[in-house]
Nanobody, 127 residues
Framework: QVQLVESGGGLVQAGGSLRLSCAAS????????VGWFRQAPGKERDFVAA????????YYADSVKGRFTISRDNAKNTVYLQMNSLEPEDTAVYYC????????????????????WGQGTQVTVSS
């Protein structure tokens, strides 16, 4: 069983930065691909970014490319989402999710890939 706990959300002004963390527990957590998704009120949950289990490949939604960076520290079983140049449109609950061990495909944006989800952390960007 894998448990995911997000942290680092909060209130920030437009143009500011936040770093989200996703701490994973479980024997195989360092072998899992991890994705970040977000859901704004009244909207569907959208893909934000993902990283391969070994950190070798990253994926981003077009809306965050050049502003957000996903990374991982497998020694700490933690995945990070550095968010810069935040915009009011980035306001949402952010969730991290983990997929199957040693995943070698490329369907990272699909929520259906992920077996485990965190509880979410609120990010609010004021204008």
């Amino acid at each position: 069983q894998v448990q995911l706990v997000e942290s680092g959300g909060g209130l920030v002004q437009a143009g500011g930065s936040l770093r989200l963390s996703c701490a994973a527990s479980g024997r195989t957590s360092s072998w899992l691909p991890v994705g970040w998704f977000r859901q704004a009120p009244g909207k569907e949950r959208d893909f934000v970014a993902a990283i391969k289990w070994n950190g070798g490949t990253t994926y981003y939604a077009d809306s965050v490319k050049g502003r957000f960076t996903i990374s991982r520290d497998n020694a700490k079983n933690t995945v990070y989402l550095q968010m810069n140049s935040l915009e009011p449109e980035d306001t949402a609950v952010y969730y991290c999710a983990a997929g199957p061990p040693l995943y070698s495909g490329d369907n990272y944006p699909a929520a259906s890939l992920y077996n485990y989800w965190g509880q979410g952390t609120q990010v609010t960007v004021s204008s």
